[in-house]
């Protein structure tokens, strides 16, 4: 049920005493969107300017897909360089699902869906290492502190972060 679940309509969990992102990472958590309003929506981020990550759909995305976005520092030092990946489609309204990241200190990311791979890639050839910045971590929003890319009409529940690449058999004891 939803007894714990945090509701969005335009709200966002902040979480900023998570400044630094850890270079391996996983992220996980049950999501469920319960309206008819697929917007531009960030799930989970860290992003400001050409810095950091977040997991969202914009708005000329189509209907139920979520991509991982992510800047990195390429071989050069610049941090401009960024990665759309390929992401989660078929998302429907009012069914829950369970996301997980996983994204490796190499650069290595392998996405899951009820616990089930549904991709994995690796990173450009002039990466060099993830990006971050000053800012926190948000549920529901493009980074801590910010009303941007916000996640309504949707539900969330049992939202982890580890700092560590989980395997696939630890992603399916908790899915």
């Not at 469920?32 to 989970?44: D, E, H, P, V, Y």
């Amino acid at each position: 049920g939803q007894v714990n679940a945090v509701q969005f309509n335009g709200g966002r969990v902040n979480l900023q005493s998570i400044t630094q992102t850890p270079q391996a990472m996983t992220f996980s958590g049950w999501f469920k969107k319960n309206g008819t309003n697929w917007g531009s929506i960030a799930f989970l981020g860290k992003r400001y300017g050409s810095t950091g990550w977040m997991l969202y759909r914009n708005s000329g995305d189509s209907v139920g897909y979520f991509r991982w976005y992510s800047f990195y520092v390429n071989t050069s030092n610049s941090t401009l360089s960024y990665r759309a990946w390929p992401g989660i489609s078929g998302l429907e309204s009012n069914r829950w699902y369970f996301i997980t990241l996983s994204r490796s200190s190499l650069g290595n990311l392998t996405i899951y869906l009820d616990a089930k791979v549904i991709y994995q890639g690796n990173p450009p050839t002039d990466f060099k290492e993830w990006s971050d910045n000053a800012y926190g971590i948000a549920i529901g929003a493009e980074r801590s502190g910010s009303s941007n890319w916000l996640c309504n009409e949707a539900v969330l529940d049992d939202i982890a972060i580890y700092g560590e690449v989980l395997t696939q058999g630890q992603i399916q004891q908790f899915y």
